[in-house]
């Protein structure tokens, strides 16, 4: 089974833009991975933002964005407020199944 | 709306088995891929497995860890999911979330799950 790595913890300041990465263990993530990103705050059910790589919910903030980067999926949050401190989770599709990446916590401070 | 709403969890013993109900509505549930999610005490969210419409055969992908043991199965004159648990362990204890997982909904959106707990 494929593992899918993701920073464990990132910071940034309000207002300030952030990039978080999804990678895969069997090589560079491509749209064929059709990525997504998730956001989990405390106490609360996951909220998908984005998939396919780069597609928004209707109610994402236009201050994300998903892109491929250097082998990886990405999600950057320009602009970010404190209401975007949360978990974030990426998924990747395999022949087979999903995997979810281990997560990463973004701190607003 | 669409509403999903989870049930059916509760405490078990290793070895046991439990059968989570999601109850779907707001949305034509037959054609659609539904998938569940489990996240463990203080940990990330872990892929179990979905399920494909009729019209993709209705056929059913399991997480390595659950396959063999998990079973998804669908009434789709009731718009109602299921997963059945059985030779339960204590790390299959998690909430356990399900999701409409494709067109046009690609896990959106979430029900408020339901708690499995194994143990002795």
């Known amino acids: 089974q494929a593992v899918v790595t993701q920073e464990p913890s990132l910071t940034v300041s309000p207002g300030g833009t952030v990039t978080l990465t999804c990678g895969s263990s069997t090589g560079p993530v491509t749209s064929g991975h059709y990525p997504y990103w998730f956001q989990q705050k405390p106490g609360q059910a996951p909220r998908t933002l984005i998939y396919?790589?780069?597609i928004k919910h209707s109610w994402t903030p236009a201050r994300f964005s998903g892109s491929l980067l250097g082998g990886k999926a990405a999600l950057t949050l320009s602009g970010a407020q404190p209401e975007d401190e949360a978990d974030y989770y990426c998924l990747l599709s395999y022949s087979g199944g999903q995997v979810f990446g281990g997560g990463t916590k973004l701190t607003v401070l | 709306e669409v509403q999903l709403v989870e049930s059916g969890g509760g405490f078990v013993k290793p070895g046991g088995s439990l059968r989570l109900s999601c109850a779907a509505s707001?949305?034509?549930?037959?054609?659609?891929?539904m998938s569940w999610v489990r996240q463990a005490p203080g940990k990330g969210l872990e892929w179990v497995g979905h399920?494909?419409?009729?019209?993709?055969?209705?056929?059913?992908d399991y997480a390595a860890p659950v396959k063999g043991r998990f079973t998804f199965s669908r009434d789709d004159s009731k718009s109602i999911l299921y997963l059945h648990m059985s030779n339960l362990r204590s790390e299959d204890t998690a909430v356990y979330y399900c999701?409409?997982?494709?067109?046009?909904?690609?896990?959106?959106?979430w029900g408020q799950g339901t708690q499995v707990t194994v143990s002795s």
């Open positions: 707001g949305f034509t549930f037959g054609n659609g891929w």
């Open positions: 396919d790589v780069t």
């Open positions: 399920i494909r419409g009729k019209r993709d055969g209705g056929t059913s």
């Open positions: 999701t409409p997982s494709s067109w046009p909904f690609y896990f959106a959106p």
